[in-house]
């Protein structure tokens, strides 16, 4: 009886820390949203900014593209930590904020796509 107890205690400890890392990689994910928002990328690179669909096509579309990404990105992030906590207090496992967060990622993309197919060369939509 003892063993069954003790693999109970372990199965505990290890649904808890999936449930902290989801919530932790979600606080990380809007920090650094936030951090884009507050210090963009001001020319293109590969390393820093949103690196996305159109927007190197032009110096007008980068400018665009981090002006609006962090926004979006933002408001993905926090709806879903917000998820994951209400889901977490019902029981339910961080499986089904991962879900969501995939599809709301593409959609993020396509919102984006959307928005940099209005800019224009001198950058005005």
């Not at 109970?8 to 979600?26: A, G, H």
């Not at 609006?68 to 904020?97: I, Q, R």
Request: hydrophobic share 45%; glycine share 6%; charged share 15%.
């Amino acid at each position: 009886p003892s063993h069954d107890t003790s693999r109970n205690i372990t199965n505990v400890r290890v649904e808890c820390t999936n449930k902290n890392f989801m919530s932790t990689l979600l606080v990380f994910l809007f920090v650094f949203s936030l951090v884009l928002k507050l210090f963009p990328a001001s020319k293109p690179n590969y390393f820093y900014g949103y690196q996305l669909g159109s927007a190197k096509v032009s110096r007008a579309h980068w400018k665009v593209a981090q002006a609006v990404a962090p926004n979006y990105l933002m408001a993905l992030y926090g709806f879903s930590f917000g998820l994951n906590w209400f889901l977490e207090t019902k029981g339910y496992d961080a499986v089904w904020t991962l879900a969501l967060l995939l599809p709301g990622t593409v959609l993020v993309y396509i919102l984006m796509e959307r928005r940099l197919s209005r800019v224009n060369e001198k950058g005005v939509d």
